[in-house]
């Protein structure tokens, strides 16, 4: 399977700054992953991110070299309103991308700049209203919704443009801990049923781990550290991020009793490990 | 602030909410044409009163009667300029510039008050209005309140550390309030380019013309009023003129 994302040797450095934000990042991305990207701030995170749907090179001018293949297409040669119909992008703070009087005016919102015929637009508006269960707030203005409430309406209204990739830049940034998890729930379901590749931003990795099928760590513009999360959070870089508490306690046990299991990244499947070797079974305890 | 007010939307229910903004902008045109052909003061008092009617109408005296309120204080100003500046054009011409003022003051006032921006803006851009400028409109007006709240986070920041925005004189207060300015500039810069991004990342600006999601539909009486503000303006207009022989 040729990967859905493609980056080689990717270095960017914005207009007028001398260091790059992005060095050598090598990247490939399948259809269906659910990649979860963390690191310090200024790690180069957003920037990768926006390289993905072409607001660089496109919106934030700069020097870019590499190759970035993005669903077949190369971005540098790829505005962004056309990036627009594969890559669904969401930011950090809903309130600056939610812009429309109506939840349903902004679900339609992408399908209008893009020049749907009304009775398409219509079917996709009815269609994401359902599937987000959002029918009863279709005449309410976004800005009065709750903060979850507007992310959720914020990623429904990409939805609609029917990407095969959503990236977020720290969407649950501005929620509280219920909510987040609403949204990272949600997430993960478009993932498994529609097949929706992820790509998320999140610091809160203690949520987030779960729904997460690929753990990417960045540092100074370098990706560090990339494989499945339960093989990442144990190696030295992941410390630069801040371990979850359930894996530096997998950590300890692992180092005290001498024994390997697969790395909990749940307290519920810590709670399992604890359980099964109190019961003796394996080496150990 | 109280005579900004009076030009915003306040949602209700009343025939003049439910008109289209077209046909209104029709009779809204028929009202500026003529109050600014006619220097009759019978002329422009009529035309007030009808204005009041037209606010009872719309179940918005009271908001209207703000607006008013607060344009009267320009009204008295204009009229004693124009006695100052033309002693010889007489009290009653004076008299007709300050009425004129306040009726248009008043028919605005109360277009905007049963308009819902987001519907005028629908409505241009139905008639053909580019996006850009109509996004422009609903933008502006939907951060407003966002706007208010960084002033106060901004204010509340500088407050903390001992800014002092409500002792010492005039001049003190309004220089000391000149020092929220840059890092409230700042601010808004960067929300915009974020507000640009999330656009973009919507696919707008894109190669093709925008369609529009259920656009504003006319009804039969909106096409009549329409229709009528039409004679009206033309017969005004052409009595102005004087009717072809």
């Known amino acids: 399977m040729t990967p859905l994302i493609e980056l080689r040797d990717v270095y960017f450095t914005y207009e007028g700054e001398k260091n790059p934000a992005l060095k050598g990042i090598n990247l490939e991305i399948k259809e269906g992953e659910f990649v979860l990207l963390t690191g310090p701030s200024g790690c180069g995170k957003s920037t990768l991110c926006r390289l993905l749907n072409g607001l660089i090179p496109h919106f934030y001018g700069g020097d870019l070299k590499g190759e970035v293949i993005v669903d077949g297409l190369d971005v540098r040669s790829t505005p962004t309103y056309e990036m627009a119909k594969h890559v669904g992008m969401v930011f950090q703070n809903p309130e600056n991308q939610l812009f429309n009087s109506s939840v349903e005016r902004e679900i339609a919102f992408g399908l209008e700049s893009l020049g749907f015929p009304p009775d398409e637009m219509e079917r996709r508006v009815e269609e994401v209203l359902r599937a987000f269960n959002l029918v009863e707030l279709r005449d309410t203005p976004p800005y009065m919704l709750s903060g979850g409430q507007q992310q959720k309406v914020a990623i429904a209204s990409i939805i609609a443009l029917r990407p095969k990739i959503i990236v977020l830049d720290e969407p649950t940034a501005n929620l509280d801990p219920l909510s987040a ?105 | 602030m109280s005579m900004l007010e009076g030009f915003l939307y306040k949602p209700k ?56 309120k607060a344009t009267l204080t320009f009204a008295l100003v204009i009229f004693i300029l124009n006695v100052l500046a033309s002693p010889g054009l007489g009290y009653t011409y004076a008299l007709a510039m300050s009425l004129r003022f306040l009726s248009l003051a008043a028919a605005f006032s109360l277009y905007f008050l049963t308009t819902p921006p987001e519907a005028l803006a629908l409505s241009l851009e139905a008639a053909g209005l580019p996006r850009d400028f109509t996004l422009m409109l609903t933008l502006s007006l939907r951060f407003v309140p966002t706007l208010a709240r960084d002033l106060q986070i901004v204010t509340d920041a500088f407050r903390s550390r001992g800014l002092k925005l409500d002792s010492g004189n005039y001049v003190e207060r309004l220089y000391n309030f000149a020092k929220l300015l840059t890092p409230l500039i700042v601010f808004e810069i960067r929300r915009s380019l974020m507000i640009a991004e999330a656009l973009e990342s919507r696919g707008f600006g894109g190669a093709v013309k925008p369609s529009l999601y259920k656009p504003p539909k006319m009804s039969l009486i909106d096409y009549m009023i329409t229709a009528g503000g039409l004679v009206a303006l033309g017969v005004i207009v052409c009595y102005h003129l004087g009717f072809p022989q």
């Open chain 1, 181 to 285: 998890e609403e949204i990272l729930e949600l997430l993960s379901v478009l993932c498994k049923d529609q097949n929706i590749t992820i790509i998320l931003v999140e610091h809160r990795l203690e949520i987030a781990l779960k729904y997460a099928s690929r753990l990417i760590i960045m540092k100074n513009g370098e990706k560090i550290a990339d494989g499945t999360p339960r093989d990442v959070l144990l190696t030295k870089e992941a410390e630069i991020v801040g371990i979850p508490p359930v894996v530096e306690v997998y950590k300890t046990i692992r180092r005290r009793y001498r024994i390997t299991r697969v790395t909990p990244l749940t307290p519920h499947d810590l709670a399992n490990l604890i359980e099964s070797l109190a019961r003796g079974e394996g080496n150990g305890l």
């Open chain 2, 13 to 68: 229910e009343s025939p003049l909410h439910k008109l289209d903004p077209r046909s209104k902008a029709v009779i809204l045109v028929f009202y500026t044409v003529t109050s600014l052909i006619y220097l009759d003061p019978i002329v422009l008092i009529l035309l007030l009163l009808s204005v009041v009617l037209l606010s009872i109408v719309g179940k918005c005296v009271r908001e209207w009667s703000k607006s008013v």
